[in-house]
């Protein structure tokens, strides 16, 4: 064993595929760059970068697999010697403020939410329907999570998830386009959730299974890794969806501001990333738990 990291080949295809779509993220910022200091034109539009992104995505899928599959073939995936499940500790959950108190914010902001709904569809407005709707839902998942595993979520993390959801749909009625920094702040605060369920999934996959060792520092890389992925995930989704509503000349649900926008969001997806990787996991350890419960339950 070359390095104190061993991995399942499923698990390999999926770094990868996660390596590649993230090495492409930063590269593309990297152009971005490039271009307003050199004066280049390496990336000359929004759509130059979402196709480098989506090439390098098929790229990193079908190199994923092929690797595993070639490694197969010539037997040299030798399956790694059983570990012990690493002895980390969850670190206590702070909250500054009484649950109770935070449960007033969270209500306040579910119900807010509920009104742009609502009004989305006296207005017959699909998009604010379905933003506001799907933001409403996962604000409920701490809740969901809590009676289906009988383990209540912290009221710091609810009170994270909510905002996330809020500041999202809220940014849709006009402050994504009017206030200049709000999409950043939405990003780096969503980044930092997508951050933190990264990390939980990578920390139970290790406590879980005795076939993959990851070293604390791995799981660090793994979280900023994950986040760019998923940020590249999102942008084609945008991408695709505008594409979409322009070739069946309807508005567009997801909406995306032009290549500065882009290069913005990614970048501000690596700081959240980066953020909770740092100073933020311990938010996220009793998640850690709950996922690795129901692995060895499903066994």
């Known amino acids: 064993m070359l390095t104190p990291v061993d991995m399942t080949p499923w698990f390999s295809v999926g770094f990868v595929t996660v390596t590649t779509m993230a090495i492409a993220a930063l590269w593309g910022i990297t152009q971005y760059a490039i271009d307003a200091v050199a004066g280049t034109t390496h990336l000359a539009s929004n759509a130059d970068l979402m196709w480098d992104l989506l090439a390098a995505t098929v790229v990193g899928v079908a190199a994923g697999v092929t690797f595993e599959a070639y490694l197969r073939r010539v037997g040299r995936l030798a399956a790694p010697e059983p570990t012990a499940p690493s002895d980390d500790t969850a670190r206590q959950d702070r909250v500054p403020l ?51 595993y009988g383990r209540s ?21 006009g402050p994504y386009g009017s206030v200049g920094w709000y999409d950043q702040v939405t990003h780096t605060l969503s980044a930092s ?93 009793g998640v850690a738990d709950l996922i690795s419960a129901s692995l060895r339950a499903s066994k």
């Open 98 to 148: 009484s649950a109770s108190r935070l449960r007033y914010v969270v209500r306040g902001m579910q119900a807010t939410l509920l009104a742009v709904t609502v009004y989305g569809v006296a207005t017959v407005d699909l998009a604010v329907v379905s933003n506001a709707g799907i933001a409403l839902g996962v604000t409920f998942v701490p809740t969901v999570v809590g009676r289906r």
């Open 153 to 173: 979520v912290s009221a710091g993390l609810a009170l994270w998830i909510t905002a996330a959801a809020f500041l999202h749909a809220i940014g849709l009625l």
């Open 193 to 285: 959730l997508v951050a933190g369920v990264g990390y939980a999934i990578v920390r139970a996959v290790d406590h879980w299974s005795t076939d993959v060792t990851f070293t604390p520092a791995f799981r660090v890389v793994c979280v900023v890794l994950f986040v760019l992925a998923a940020g590249v995930c999102w942008e084609l989704v945008e991408f695709g969806a505008g594409g979409a509503a322009s070739l069946l000349g309807h508005e567009a649900v997801l909406v995306q501001y032009g290549l500065r926008d882009t290069v913005l969001d990614l970048v501000f997806d690596a700081v959240g990333a980066l953020a909770v990787a740092l100073w933020g996991i311990s938010y996220f350890d």
